[in-house]
Nanobody, 115 residues
Framework: EVHLVESGGGLVQPGDSLRLSCAAS????????MSWIRQTPEKGLEWVGG????????LYLASAQGRFTISRDNAKNTLYLQLNSLKIDDTGMYYC????????RGPGTQVTVSS
């Protein structure tokens, strides 16, 4: 059974940084591409970015490019999302996915950016 648990969210000010983590279990983590999505009040469910199986290639939502970085540690079965230069519009619940399978998401971690 796929089990993903996100953590690391919080309340921050515009311009601040956060590092989200996603602990994976129940499948062979190192053989799957992974993604991050978010649920925001304005845009609903939105794909943020993804990373390939060995961490050598990433893709990002245009508004995240240059501010967010996805990485992974296959030895620890953990996915990361580094959020820099956070904006109020980045507020939302963040989820990790196995591949792009929305049904695999965990409980999520809340990121709130507010002045």
């Amino acid at each position: 059974e796929v089990h993903l648990v996100e953590s690391g969210g919080g309340l921050v000010q515009p311009g601040d940084s956060l590092r989200l983590s996603c602990a994976a279990s129940g499948f062979s983590f190192s053989t799957f591409a992974m993604s991050w999505i978010r649920q925001t009040p304005e845009k609903g469910l939105e794909w943020v970015g993804g990373i390939n199986v060995d961490g050598t290639s990433e893709l990002y939502l245009a508004s995240a490019q240059g501010r967010f970085t996805i990485s992974r540690d296959n030895a620890k079965n953990t996915l990361y999302l580094q959020l820099n230069s956070l904006k109020i519009d980045d507020t939302g619940m963040y989820y990790c996915l196995r591949g792009r399978d929305a049904s695999s998401r965990g409980p999520g971690t809340q990121v709130t950016v507010s002045s």
